[in-house]
Nanobody
Framework: QVQLVESGGGLVQAGGSLRLSCAAS????????MGWFRQAPGKEREFVAA????????YYADAVTDRFTISRDNAKNSVYLQMNSLKPEDTAVYYC??????????????????WGQGTQVTVSS
């Protein structure tokens, strides 16, 4: 079973950048699709980005395309989310999750398991 721990969240002004990291334990990490999701207060958890096991394929939600970049380093058992040009509406708890053998176009949170504990991102205007 993969265990996931996110880090890198914080408070940033609009227009700023943050880089989130997700450290995974487990020998099968490098075989799995990985995803980033977020959940704002009072809203449902939503898909942000996903990356294939090799890193060769990536998929983004429309709201973050051209601003966020997902990447992974299988040698370090880690996946990253570089967030640029942040907006107040990006404020949320960000989670990484394992998609197992899912294709990267699957965006439903219920298809991903397990999850990390989340890291708070707050963007001030």
């Amino acid at each position: 079973q993969v265990q996931l721990v996110e880090s890198g969240g914080g408070l940033v002004q609009a227009g700023g950048s943050l880089r989130l990291s997700c450290a995974a334990s487990g020998r099968t990490f490098s075989s799995f699709t990985m995803g980033w999701f977020r959940q704002a207060p009072g809203k449902e958890r939503e898909f942000v980005a996903a990356i294939s096991w090799s890193g060769g394929s990536k998929y983004y939600a429309d709201a973050v395309t051209d601003r966020f970049t997902i990447s992974r380093d299988n040698a370090k058992n880690s996946v990253y989310l570089q967030m640029n040009s942040l907006k107040p509406e990006d404020t949320a708890v960000y989670y990484c999750a394992s998609g197992g053998r899912l294709p990267i176009g699957v965006t439903a949170p219920g298809r991903y398991d397990p999850w990390g504990q989340g890291t708070q991102v707050t963007v001030s205007s």
